[in-house]
């Protein structure tokens, strides 16, 4: 029987919007940034007949023009009760082969969202792409693509721990690696994310709480050292 963990929303928005838009979810006095969640159908499922449902997350950050771009060196992530992650039914891709031949060497099936970041290296235009790969029943994969201002391929594991007591059902965590803080010397200046995930019940919903709101907790910190906290919500009915 396959292990099911709760709201794996987590990772597309990981995922969504896997690790880069991730690595822009923070907020302080200097930065300031929008973000939007939709699930879809926003309608819960029940525990006996559980909802799968399709997540996307797009956001604009702006950081001062005369500032450095904070770096970001880790990204945690809770996700409120209301629904299983069923990692471990469909098809998965290990993170080795996954680095050795990208996302074509997995199967098609194990691919459950993509999501893309614009960014300002020192006046030079970057995109990277996000492609979220199934793990399994513990881990979901951010598969990595920047072209300039220099070419990066990274494969990340994000781990997803079912927590057992809380209002949080479980926490997701992805560490950013400094090839992607710092590309050929330039920081990345992150100016807008994008990303959705889902497929069948790879994602499924079980409830909607009274305040009709599935909320959700995300922490960035910082090279300085400093946690950024940022909550959030997405509309949901019964």
Request: charged content about 20%; glycine content about 10%.
């Amino acid at each position: 029987m396959s292990t099911k963990r709760r709201w794996a929303a987590a990772v597309v928005t990981a995922a969504a919007a896997g690790t880069i838009s991730a690595v822009a979810m923070g907020q302080s006095d200097d930065i300031r940034i929008t973000v939007t969640a939709k699930v879809t159908p926003n309608k819960a499922g029940t525990p006996a007949h559980p909802q799968g449902v399709k997540v996307d997350v797009k956001g604009k950050i702006y950081t001062p023009p005369d500032q450095d771009p904070p770096t970001v060196e880790a990204v945690d992530i809770w996700f409120p009760k209301g629904g299983l992650y069923n990692g471990g039914k469909w098809p998965t891709c290990s993170q080795a082969k996954l680095a050795r031949g990208g996302p074509d060497a997995c199967p098609k099936t194990s691919i459950m969202g993509r999501g893309y970041a614009l960014a300002d290296a020192d006046g030079v235009a970057a995109k990277a792409t996000v492609t979220i790969v199934n793990g399994g029943s513990r881990a979901v994969f951010a598969y990595v693509t920047l072209n300039r201002p220099a070419r990066v391929r990274e494969a990340l594991r994000v781990p997803i721990t079912k927590l057992g007591s809380g209002p949080w059902s479980y926490k997701a965590h992805v560490d950013i690696p400094r090839t992607l803080q710092i590309v050929a010397g330039i920081p990345l200046r992150v100016q807008s994310f994008r990303g959705s995930g889902g497929r069948g019940d790879w994602i499924a919903t079980t409830s909607c709480p009274s305040s009709h709101r599935w909320k959700y907790h995300v922490e960035t910190s910082y090279a300085t050292g400093q946690v950024v906290k940022t909550d959030g919500s997405v509309a949901c009915r019964s």
